[in-house]
């Protein structure tokens, strides 16, 4: 079974940045597994926020919510870590954020359900 850890959120004022990272341990992920990023804000539905896939060539794919583009990029530095890098923070990102893997696939998916393995979450707090 794999485990996914969050850490890096916190407290921050708008226009500020944060940086997530998502460790994975236990059954070592396979090179080709898809991780990703999605949050939930109080009384919302789990939302996509970020995923990245992973190649035999160790070259990756990343897709990106509208909603953050070009604040927020993700990145892989190996098969068992993963970060997001979020910049100019507004309120509305606001939410817990919850790390993801399809340990099953290397292909990236915006859909909750493709994601098999999920981290406890870590809580992103924007002030005005």
């Known amino acids: 079974q794999v485990h996914l850890v969050e850490s890096g959120g916190g407290l921050v004022q708008a226009g500020g940045s944060l940086r997530l990272s998502c460790a994975a341990s236990g059954r070592t992920l396979s090179s080709q597994s898809a991780m990703a990023w999605f949050r939930q804000a109080p009384g919302k539905e789990r939302e996509f926020v970020a995923a990245v896939s992973w190649t035999s060539s160790s070259a990756y794919y990343a897709d990106l919510a509208d909603s953050v583009k070009g604040r927020f990029t993700i990145a892989r530095s190996d098969a068992r870590t993963t970060y997001l890098q979020m910049n100019s923070l507004i309120p509305e990102d606001t939410a817990i954020y919850y790390c993801?893997?399809?340990?099953?696939?290397?292909?990236?998916?915006?859909?909750?359900?493709?994601?098999?393995?999920w981290g406890q979450g870590t809580q992103v707090t924007v002030s005005a």
């Open positions: 993801a893997a399809r340990t099953y696939s290397g292909r990236y998916s915006t859909t909750i359900g493709e994601y098999d393995a």
